[in-house]
């Protein structure tokens, strides 16, 4: 079993900064390409930003320039540092990671969302 463990939302004012934080554990042979993804009310989930087991990263268009998403693989974790937060970011982010067992099947493994509120 994996298990993805998120923290670091919460309210934050239009223009401030928030890092999100996800570690993954479990019965993980490697990780591969991890992200994050947000669902705001009545809309539909959306990649936010995502990076490779080998540092590749790709940003939804919108939040680029302002997001980074990094990894620290000693520690299974990806981050998302958020900059410039604007009210329109206001969702759930959930983290993801391809994992790869050790029978060496990847699987998609999804966090249980953490909540980022930006206030105008």
């Known amino acids: 079993q994996v298990h993805l463990v998120e923290s670091g939302g919460g309210l934050v004012q239009s223009g401030g900064s928030l890092r999100l934080s996800c570690a993954a554990s479990?019965?993980?042979?490697?990780?591969?390409?991890m992200g994050w993804y947000r669902q705001a009310p009545g809309k539909q989930r959306e990649l936010v930003a995502g990076?490779?087991?080998?540092?590749?990263?790709n940003y939804a268009d919108s939040v680029k320039g302002r997001f980074t998403i990094s990894r620290d693989n000693a520690k299974n974790t990806v981050l998302l540092q958020m900059n410039a937060l604007k009210p329109e970011d206001t969702a759930v982010y959930y983290c993801?990671?391809?994992?790869?067992?050790?029978?060496?099947?990847?699987?998609?493994?999804w966090g249980q969302g953490t909540q980022v509120t930006v206030s105008s």
């Open positions: 993801t990671a391809d994992v790869r067992s050790i029978m060496l099947r990847v699987e998609k493994y």
């Open positions: 479990g019965s993980i042979f490697s990780l591969n390409a």
């Open positions: 990076i490779t087991s080998g540092g590749i990263t």
